[in-house]
């Protein structure tokens, strides 16, 4: 069985969806900035979208135009590996976060687990579950 290749509306629904999750930002904000009420269906490629509306989201996203058109003459048919799959999750989540005390622990977790744990400045006080509201 042949796996069906995604349209050119879904491959820059993905890539709206891409830069939306590294800006931080929801499918509603996102919207809000360029008139529409959501991505959601953009970036599904359940709706094409005009390249007006693709140039104001470009323009939102502070994005180069080109950015969602890179690879097209590739076979894009493969889905993202699984560790790229997960950080788009991880950054999406992480957007979500108001608390910057809970921002500056999970950085700081991510640091650690990555081996780049950055040194304490002098008078600090090493990071504790307590100090950050919800975790005990």
């Known amino acids: 069985m042949a796996i069906a290749r995604p ?4 491959l820059i629904g993905m890539r709206i969806r891409e830069r939306r999750a590294v800006r931080g ?9 360029v008139g529409i009420t959501s991505t959601s269906k ?4 359940m709706i094409s ?25 590739q076979d ?12 788009f999750e991880v950054m999406r989540d992480v ?8 921002l500056e622990a999970f950085t700081l977790f991510t640091r650690a687990l990555a081996g780049r744990a950055r ?8 990071w504790r579950a307590a100090a950050v509201p919800g975790l005990r």
């Open 42 to 45: 953009y970036e599904q490629g």
């Open 49 to 73: 979208i005009s390249f007006s509306l693709l140039y104001e989201i470009a323009r939102a996203l502070r994005t180069p135009l080109e950015y969602f058109f890179e690879g097209f003459e």
């Open 7 to 10: 349209t050119v509306d879904q």
């Open 95 to 102: 957007g979500d976060i108001r608390d910057e005390s809970c």
């Open 119 to 126: 040194p304490r400045a002098q008078g600090t006080r090493p």
């Open 76 to 87: 894009e048919s493969q889905s993202l590996p699984r560790s790229q799959r997960l950080l």
């Open 25 to 33: 930002l929801t499918r509603r904000e996102l919207g809000g900035m």
